[in-house]
């Protein structure tokens, strides 16, 4: 009786002073793990066109500047959770592939507790009437507001793949620069920027849409944008 009680007089103290009894496995969190549990943190939204979507011609999957722009803020540990709506040939005022416009796309695509709402686009609102355009794009933000009444914004404007844009993309870039600034957004103006110029290894065969490559330039443009926009996480 005597060594049983001396025993857990000895199994009290060691409990007493913190000495843990038997192997301990450190508990491993991976990146991935990270990510995983702190997407909740960053939920974005993407409004887009072709350039978005990708295509034949490149930006298909993980060679899109969405899946590419998302790794790359994962690896700055900026995990974001994120919508993509986006449809080839959709403009604020032009119907897509698909019968949508911005607005559409936005009503699908935004949630309430989204942290941040991109629209990148579109060069496809050339035939729109710059008046009525920048009607369609006032609409079209004050919608996500309504929907998304904390998020921030970020506005990209069309890029263009030479140093001579049409006046008709321009009219689009100034009324875009316009509402955003009505509608507390940051602006990105890829013409003034230069997105593209130069680089004919970026665009495909068809003069417009980007390559593989050109998807990674755009991930490369613009990840620090929305990193910009978003908390990083600690």
């Not at 590419?68 to 897509?96: C, F, K, M, N, Q």
């Not at 933000?141 to 030479?162: K, Y």
């Amino acid at each position: 009786m005597s060594r049983l009680i001396s025993a857990m007089v000895a199994f009290a103290l060691l409990v007493s002073v913190g000495i843990s009894i038997g192997p301990v496995r450190p508990i491993q969190v991976s990146h991935n793990d990270f990510v995983a549990q702190n997407t909740f943190m960053n939920r974005i939204a993407v409004i887009g066109d072709s350039y978005t979507t990708g295509g034949d011609l490149g930006g298909l999957g993980a060679n899109g500047w969405t899946a590419r722009a998302w790794h790359e803020l994962s690896e700055y540990r900026i995990p974001v959770s994120a919508d993509v709506g986006a449809e080839g040939g959709a403009g604020y005022g032009t119907r897509g592939n698909r019968g949508s416009i911005f607005e559409d796309l936005t009503a699908r695509t935004v949630k309430p507790d989204d942290k941040l709402v991109v629209f990148f686009g579109s060069r496809n609102d050339q035939g729109v009437d710059p008046a009525q355009l920048s009607i369609l794009a006032f609409g079209t933000f004050q919608l996500a507001r309504r929907i998304a009444p904390s998020a921030t914004f970020l506005v990209i404007g069309p890029p263009w793949p030479t140093a001579d844009p049409p006046a008709a993309v321009v009219r689009i870039r100034d009324a875009l620069q316009y509402q955003a600034g009505v509608a507390g957004a940051t602006f990105v103006d890829p013409i003034a920027e230069g997105w593209f110029v130069g680089r004919p290894e970026l665009i495909g065969a068809d003069g417009v849409h980007p390559t593989d490559a050109g998807h990674a330039y755009m991930a490369d443009k613009i990840a620090p944008l929305i990193a910009a926009e978003l908390p990083a996480s600690v």
